[in-house]
């Protein structure tokens, strides 16, 4: 199986930067993708960006075009989320999230514990 672990998240300021991390142990050689997500209260979870594990192809939901970038590190089985200017309609739990090979396009296996992102104004 896979385990992922999110950490980087915190309370920061409209405008401000955070840099989540997504390390992700087991068997990882059966990792297709890697997802980011998020919830805020009352709100159904929503998709925030992709990647690919081994070929890089990303995408980003619309809302953070431009603002956030994600990323992977191979070797060292995790990927990240940089999060730029960021807006208080970002707060959220922010999820990781692996599809194993083979998986249903646009679900996934595998789930970390969340991390909270808090934008103030």
């Known amino acids: 199986q896979v385990q992922l672990v999110e950490s980087g998240g915190g309370l920061v300021q409209a405008g401000g930067s955070l840099r989540l991390s997504c390390a992700a142990s087991?068997?990882?050689?059966?990792?297709?993708?890697i997802g980011w997500l998020r919830q805020a209260p009352c709100r159904e979870r929503e998709f925030v960006a992709r990647?690919?594990?081994?070929?890089?192809?990303?995408d980003y939901a619309d809302p953070v075009k431009g603002r956030f970038t994600i990323s992977r590190d191979n070797a060292k089985n995790t990927v990240y989320l940089q999060m730029n200017s960021l807006k208080p309609e970002d707060t959220a739990v922010y999820y990781c999230?692996?599809?194993?090979?083979?998986?249903?396009?646009?679900?996934?296996?595998?789930w970390g514990q969340g991390t909270q992102v808090t934008v103030s104004s």
């Open positions: 990647i690919m594990w081994r070929g890089g192809t990303i």
């Open positions: 999230a692996a599809r194993q090979r083979f998986g249903l396009t646009n679900t996934y296996n595998y």
């Open positions: 087991g068997i990882t050689f059966r990792i297709n993708a």
